[in-house]
């Protein structure tokens, strides 16, 4: 009777050492700055501030921040399904005028990635992976929605445990104003962040 038991827990334990190897599941929240050129905001902006004089800065938004939660579907360390949801935002603050501005954006989607292994046991891993996401932008009265990819290249490191992925992308996200559409909100930028998956 022993004998029959502990066979049944090592074939059990057997089992999910090879379910492991096989896929995981994994959370992350994920912080990136992306760099970006609006042109049709910055020349809003611009407009309306035409009556002040700005002595430093500039008034263009080129910054902004994206904070987001995500899943990672992961098979064998070398296939990837991610959601993911985002909020991006885009703040600038005209101290000499006491104006304010916001571009923001909330996106969701499904990214796929593959993990090029840099070692046979597969422990840290290149990142290549691509995605199509759903973006809502609104900056002041205008605001649009629009369907594009997103490009990412990274490093995965510690595969098997608390898996870091430092990642440069490259998001497109671009949609015309709802009601006046010859104005575009651009939101397509050079990112560049970290995915701390647990």
Do not use: C
Not at 94 to 108: E, L, P
């Amino acid at each position: 009777m022993r004998k029959h038991t502990l066979l049944i827990i090592v074939f059990i334990i057997s089992l999910n050492v090879s379910a492991q190897e096989v896929f995981e599941f994994k959370f992350f929240p994920s912080v990136h700055f992306g760099f970006y050129n609006p042109e049709d905001v910055n020349t809003w902006i611009e407009n309306d501030l035409s009556n002040y004089y700005i002595t430093a800065g500039t008034s263009d938004l080129i910054l902004n921040i994206n904070v987001g939660i995500g899943f990672g579907f992961r098979f064998f360390n070398l296939i990837e399904a991610q959601p993911i949801m985002e909020y991006s935002f885009s703040p600038k603050i005209i101290s000499g005028a006491d104006k304010t501005y916001n571009f923001t954006k909330f996106s969701g989607g499904m990214m796929a990635n593959f993990l090029a292994p840099l070692s046979p046991t597969k422990r840290n891993s290149i990142i290549i992976g691509v995605g199509l996401l759903y973006h809502s932008m609104s900056f002041e009265d205008f605001s649009g929605n629009s369907v594009n990819p997103r490009f990412q290249t990274g490093v995965s490191l510690n595969n098997n445990k608390f898996n870091p992925q430092i990642i440069l992308a490259y998001d497109l996200a671009k949609a015309t104003d709802d009601e006046y559409e010859n104005f575009e909100l651009d939101y397509s930028s050079v990112r560049i962040g970290i995915n701390l998956n647990f």
